[in-house]
């Protein structure tokens, strides 16, 4: 409880302010951070906690502020993304655009209203999780895992209100769209006896060591190239640890003196991670009231065009008809003319 008071909680509230927010622990295999991370039922751990403060706060905000939670829940298995809410999803891939940053697709995402209902999602998801046992533990996670909120937010007393610094003007109400992004790192390990314990370790200790390698890269004043893309962890994180997101990073050691070259690379690894700096900004988008007041205004501008048009055309019709009556009077005046002096021609 006081890991989380004192490292995690005002992360926590950042997000639900509209600042991107991250959440790691980091360590070598059986260490403590699925513990760290989910805890027990007599001792929660940050994710549970991190989901009931996320509810206290919207009840305190209730009537100030509206939220919409859904939340997703990803693994990385040997550079293999996985889909742990739906495990037949194939060919999940790392996308970039400029609003929504880095993001992995088709993924599936489940709409929240209560912790119990958050915590049935993580454990279905936990269920799909590739644990095996090894040479260091019985139930070891063989895979990294992203459990992600995105949390929409928005004033419903504004209306027509003044935009947020960077939006269109007249763009009408916005909302606050964040992320809280909450990962088990699997542990890195020496060599395991078992061939398919070997492969993983392999996988896992390569991601960690590029983790390392990029978190050293961004502590350089003049780094030239920040190798993100060299495992889909990184580039998972790219958006997180290139600034745009509060970063919290729990660094878990064995007590064992068996394990101290390991304990002593993960305090040089936190010694790292401190360097970092990030410049977290809160995220503003059109909602879609504001979006469809927006396409209202082009409709009705559109109508007013077409009114106008209309006007004109209508003008132009009636100028065209009067023509046609004064040329069809004037052929009438002089065929009447003609008929009168074939008239007077056949008296005479």
């Known amino acids: 409880m006081e890991l989380y008071s ?36 007599d001792a929660h751990g940050v994710i549970p906690q991190a989901v009931q403060d996320v509810f206290n706060y919207i009840k305190q905000s209730e009537g100030r502020r509206e939220f919409l939670l859904r939340v997703s829940y990803l693994e990385i298995y040997n550079e293999t993304i996985r889909d742990l809410l739906s495990p037949e999803t194939r060919d ?130 003049k780094a030239t190239h920040i190798p993100y893309r060299d495992s889909k962890l990184t580039r998972i994180l790219q958006s997180s640890l290139s600034g745009n997101a509060r970063v919290s990073v729990i660094c878990t050691i064995s007590p064992s003196s068996a394990n101290l070259d390991e304990s002593t690379n993960t305090l040089k690894f936190a ?30 501008e559109l109508r007013e065009r077409l009114q106008n048009t209309n006007e004109q055309f209508e003008v132009k019709h009636q100028l065209a008809l009067m023509q046609i009556k004064a040329e069809r009077d004037k052929v009438q005046e002089e065929l009447h003319e003609q008929h009168l002096v074939v008239r007077l021609i056949f008296l005479l």
């Open 6 to 41: 004192a490292s995690v909680r005002e992360l926590v509230y950042s997000a639900m302010e509209g600042y991107n927010g991250t959440v790691f622990a980091y360590g070598q295999t059986s260490s403590g951070k699925t513990f760290t991370m989910m805890g027990t039922p």
């Open 92 to 221: 999940l891939r790392i996308h970039e655009d400029k609003r929504r940053g880095v993001y992995v697709s088709p993924l599936k995402e489940e709409i929240v209203t209560t912790p119990a209902q958050v915590m049935r999602v993580i454990s279905n998801g936990e269920r799909n999780r590739s644990i095996s046992t090894t040479d260091y533990n019985e139930h070891s996670s063989r895979s990294h895992t992203l459990f992600q909120m995105v949390i929409e937010s928005r004033d419903p007393s504004t209306a027509g209100g003044s935009p947020p610094p960077g939006a269109a003007p007249g763009s009408g109400k916005t909302v606050k769209i964040s992320s809280l992004n909450l990962i088990d790192l699997a542990g890195s390990e020496k060599a395991a006896s078992n061939v398919d314990r070997r492969k993983e370790g392999s996988y896992i200790n390569r991601s960690l060591l590029t983790l390392g390698t990029v978190i050293g890269k961004l502590t350089e004043e």
């Open 271 to 300: 010694a790292r991670v401190k360097q970092v700096v990030t410049r977290a900004h809160t995220n503003h988008v059109l909602d879609d009231k504001a979006l469809l007041q927006k396409y209202r205004k082009e409709i009705s």
